[in-house]
């Protein structure tokens, strides 16, 4: 009887660390991220004109509907 216990309960104690290894992984990583630096290069410079072009694509896909 206390074999069929240790067979069934072994796997589930397996996935169960398994589960929660790669949950603290997650969040040891999660934690490990830079911080995002706006404008930090040089290709990253504001451009006016974008807004204005999105708000043109997005005024046509309304139209056309």
Known sequence: MDAIYLLLITPLALGVSFITWKFKQYKRDLNRL?????YEFERDQFIPEFNDYTQMLIQRRINKN
Not at 34 to 38: D, G, I, S
């Open 34 to 38: 830079p911080e995002a630096k706006p």
